[in-house]
């Protein structure tokens, strides 16, 4: 039960007679890079709102780091990090501030923002941009900064939501490194995101459409269960409705 780090039993949310989320059961165990995947609207925000403490479910059992998402939400926010495409930096600071800034946040005690500022600055090869605005920066080296300080409290999580969207290729190979490295220290990572390439470096993947989990296992033993040749074809097949006439069998009998 320790290794378990997200637990979910028939998790819904339901905004009147509409459900975003309908009956999510699944597990995420600690270390593990996870997947989570859905075309716009398949209800991946509202989960994931829902088990950073946003969002009340409507009914259903959840916990992240062993903490219930309905009694405990303030207690989750202290266990998580989190990164978002959209917002995850302050601009107008620099990198060192940012770093201060939302050290400050986590709790974590000066001479330790301190210490880890610096390591991490020496790390990744800052030295020369640590006093830079963030908006100066390229958007590459802006991501790399916004993993840091979502990892720099040492979460029992991470929630990354599309955190390469934008960059090139190189720096999204550089990004995983740096996920992987997280995932070895027993950081769980819990990842959105479009690049389907990238669901292949998960260990375990979901996807969700219409508010429900149509597969989740491995990328490997999901294309064999559903006899694609990769997670492009496998997505389409489930997130895009390209069917196939056993299209229904196929999801009965994995179910």
């Known amino acids: 039960m320790d290794n378990i780090i997200i637990k979910t039993e028939n998790l819904t949310k339901r905004f009147g007679t509409f459900f975003a989320v309908r009956e999510l059961s699944f597990e995420v165990y600690r270390g593990e890079i996870f997947g989570f ?14 088990l950073i403490g946003l969002l009340k479910p409507t009914s259903g059992i959840a916990s992240v780091a062993g903490f ?3 009694k405990e939400p303030d207690k989750i926010k202290e266990k998580i990090g989190y990164m978002s495409q959209k917002f995850s930096l302050y601009e107008d ?5 940012n770093l201060r800034f939302f050290g400050g946040i986590y709790g974590l005690k000066s001479e330790t923002i301190k210490s880890k500022s610096a390591e991490l600055i020496k790390k990744l090869g800052m030295e020369n941009i640590a006093r830079k605005l963030i908006k100066e920066l390229p958007v590459g080296w802006r991501q790399k900064v916004a993993f840091s300080v979502a990892v720099f409290h040492n979460p029992a999580i991470v ?21 992987y490295e997280a995932s070895e220290s027993n950081i769980t990572i819990f990842v959105t995101t479009h690049y389907l390439d990238e669901a292949e470096y998960c260990n375990r993947i979901s996807i969700m459409d219409e508010g429900v989990i149509k597969a ?30 056993d299209y229904e069998k196929t999801l009965q009998f994995y179910y």
């Not at 075309?39 to 709102?49: D, E, L, P, Q």
């Not at 600071?93 to 501030?97: A, I, R």
């Not at 960059?167 to 996920?179: K, L, N, S």
């Open 37 to 50: 995947l859905g075309a716009n609207g398949a209800g991946k925000t509202t989960a994931i709102r829902m």
């Open 68 to 70: 219930d998402v309905y």
């Open 93 to 97: 600071l620099t990198v060192l501030e």
């Open 159 to 179: 929630f990354l939501d599309e955190p390469t969207g934008g960059v090139d290729p190189i720096v999204r190979r550089q990004f995983w490194d740096m996920i």
């Open 216 to 245: 989740l296992d491995n990328p490997s033993e999901l294309k064999k269960k559903f006899d694609v040749d990769s997670m492009n074809d496998l997505f389409n097949l489930i997130a895009r409705k390209k069917l196939l006439p």
